[in-house]
């Protein structure tokens, strides 16, 4: 075992503070990184919070991690020292079931391994994510990030990005076809950059006009005002697939309007409970209504990959670890484009001067 420093909360009240803690050594499997920045996710506020009712503490948050490979393991063929690495939000799986065998460990049917706020495999042990100076990961948990990409905007890669390209590859989104991204956050900006890059015609879906001018720069092809009944009347029956980056229970309905025969509408930011659909809304069209999670390891590669061939990076504001509890509560405003990126360096200071 060794030692790390990180920033953890100790319960749903406190807020998040400098924290000691020891990793695991080096396994022959094992990937050893530094961790040189972290995304912030909303899911990160959510669990430090306990809004979901399953938190652990001590709690380190982050699964949005990118780094420098600074050991390996002799087993390990993937990485080497030097290496930049990244790690999502697994950091293991049964690896024995039809969904792990598969590639997609996401879905894993004896619960895949969290990268904070879960238990290791091994034990009772709590895992501890990336807002943290050091992590020590399985080789088939870490994806390889290349020199081409900007280190600080492919940290969320690791979670909005593959959130958002996982549905796209599944559903097949391509040349000519129609695309509406609902919804324009940390998910939706992302969403709306690989449908474009997949070469799809793409809508930005939302509430806010504003929001729409912000999506036009992000590559959108045009917008469509939900709340714009003429506009939405205009588009309905129009559009191949719909992924749907809501992040609160709301009101689908509507979005199945703008379906064509047989599309599709994928969730991929709601974990709470939905409104109830008009079953006529499926019925008449063959219309689908699906769930989308992350994507499994060998995926996760794929879109990093993919990223640096398009040059394709997340929209950021860098934070100091410090700023942590000032940048949840500008989550929870909607107050960040798109998402937070912490520069780990930032860590030493701050834990010195607690």
Same mark, same amino acid.
């Given at each position: 075992?060794?030692?790390c420093i990180?920033?953890a909360?100790?319960d749903?009240?406190s807020?998040?503070?400098? @924290?000691? @803690? ?9 990937v050893?990184i530094?961790i040189l920045?972290?995304?912030?996710c909303?899911?990160d506020?959510?669990?430090a ?5 399953n ?8 699964h ?11 087993q390990v063929?993937? +990485?080497?020292?030097?290496?930049y690495?990244?790690?999502g939000?697994?950091v ?6 039809? !969904?792990? /065998?598969?590639?997609? &460990?996401?879905y894993? +049917? ?5 990268t904070?706020n879960?238990r290791?495999?091994?034990?009772e042990?709590?895992?501890f994510?990336?807002y ?6 399985d ?5 390889? $990030?290349?020199? /081409?990409?900007?280190?600080?905007g492919?940290a969320?890669?690791l ?7 996982? %549905?796209l ?13 609902i919804?324009l956050?940390?998910?939706g900006?992302m ?14 879906i939302t /509430?806010? %006009?504003?929001?729409?001018r912000?999506?036009l720069h ?20 129009? @559009?191949?697939?719909?992924?749907n ?11 199945l ?7 599709a509408?994928a $969730?991929?930011?709601?974990l /709470?409970?939905? &409104?109830?659909v +008009?079953g !006529?809304h499926l019925i008449?069209?063959? =219309?689908?209504? !699906?769930?989308?999670?992350i ?6 590669q ?6 640096? &061939? ?5 929209d ?8 942590i509890n ?6 929870? =405003?909607n107050?960040v484009?798109?998402?937070?990126v912490i520069?780990?360096?930032?860590l ?7």
């Amino acid at each position: 075992m060794f030692q790390c420093i990180g920033y953890a909360a100790q319960d749903a009240a406190s807020p998040l503070a400098p @924290f000691s @803690f020891e990793r695991r050594d080096t396994g022959p499997h094992d990937v050893h990184i530094e961790i040189l920045y972290c995304g912030v996710c909303h899911s990160d506020l959510h669990q430090a919070r306990n809004d979901w009712s399953n938190s652990l503490y001590p709690m380190v948050p982050g699964h949005e991690i990118v780094g420098r490979v600074v050991g390996v393991g002799a087993q390990v063929t993937k +990485l080497k020292a030097g290496d930049y690495a990244g790690v999502g939000c697994l950091v293991d799986s049964c690896r024995e079931c039809a !969904a792990c /065998t598969a590639d997609l &460990e996401q879905y894993c +049917l004896n619960m895949p391994t969290p990268t904070y706020n879960g238990r290791e495999r091994s034990g009772e042990a709590l895992t501890f994510g990336g807002y943290s100076d050091q992590i020590v990961v399985d080789q088939r948990f870490v994806v390889k $990030i290349p020199d /081409t990409l900007d280190l600080k905007g492919a940290a969320p890669l690791l979670c909005a990005g593959i959130t958002t390209y996982s %549905p796209l590859k599944h559903w097949k989104v391509g040349q000519g076809q129609k695309v509406g991204v609902i919804g324009l956050g940390g998910l939706g900006h992302m969403g709306v950059k690989f449908a474009k890059a997949l070469g799809a015609h793409v809508t930005m879906i939302t /509430t806010s %006009p504003e929001k729409g001018r912000d999506a036009l720069h992000l590559g959108a092809d045009e917008v469509l005002v939900s709340r714009d009944a003429d506009a939405m009347a205009k588009s309905a029956g129009s @559009f191949d697939f719909l992924l749907n980056t809501i992040p609160v229970g709301h009101d689908m309905n509507p979005y199945l309007g703008l379906l064509k025969l047989d599309g599709a509408m994928a $969730i991929v930011g709601a974990l /709470t409970p939905l &409104e109830p659909v +008009l079953g !006529a809304h499926l019925i008449m069209g063959r =219309k689908s209504i !699906a769930g989308s999670a992350i994507g499994g390891l060998a995926e996760t590669q794929e879109m990093i990959d993919f990223c640096a &061939e398009h040059g394709i990076l997340a929209d950021i504001e860098m934070i100091a670890i410090a700023d942590i509890n000032a940048a949840y509560e500008r989550m929870l =405003k909607n107050d960040v484009k798109y998402r937070f990126v912490i520069d780990m360096a930032s860590l030493k200071e701050a834990a010195a001067a607690a």
